[in-house]
Nanobody
Framework: VQLQASGGGLVQPGGSLRLSCAASGSIFSVRAGGWYRQAPGKPRELVANVTYGGSTNYRASVRGRFTISRDNANNTVYLQMNSLKPEDTAVYYC?????????????????WGQGTQVTVSS
């Protein structure tokens, strides 16, 4: 079981990026998913999260610019980032509360994906 984050890159201020976080392995479901970010010298912070039912939560600084969504059929969580600002520059990490099979046993665990760098600069 693993989470694979992708979609980071270099973008100019005002630009857009879409991050993806795909769970693979013997996945039964993604109960909840979220994106965090960590800028150099700063603690990791929650950017947005989404429940299995689709309820969302955003930190104030990204509300209205970022949209978190999920594809339950493909066990993937997305983060659409629009109107990017230099202060959004960070390594972005995805996190998911997963239900998965270990043999015939259904288990639950919290997983982190590898980080993906987002740099907003002109």
């Amino acid at each position: 079981v693993q989470l694979q984050a992708s979609g980071g890159g270099l973008v100019q201020p005002g630009g857009s990026l879409r991050l993806s976080c795909a769970a693979s392995g013997s996945i039964f479901s993604v109960r909840a998913g979220g994106w965090y970010r960590q800028a150099p010298g700063k603690p990791r912070e929650l950017v947005a999260n989404v429940t299995y039912g689709g309820s969302t939560n955003y930190r104030a600084s990204v509300r209205g610019r970022f949209t978190i969504s999920r594809d339950n059929a493909n066990n993937t969580v997305y983060l659409q980032m629009n109107s990017l600002k230099p202060e959004d520059t960070a390594v972005y990490y995805c996190n998911a509360d997963l239900l998965y099979y270990s043999g015939s046993t259904l288990r639950r665990a919290d997983y982190w994906g590898q980080g993906t760098q987002v740099t907003v600069s002109s």
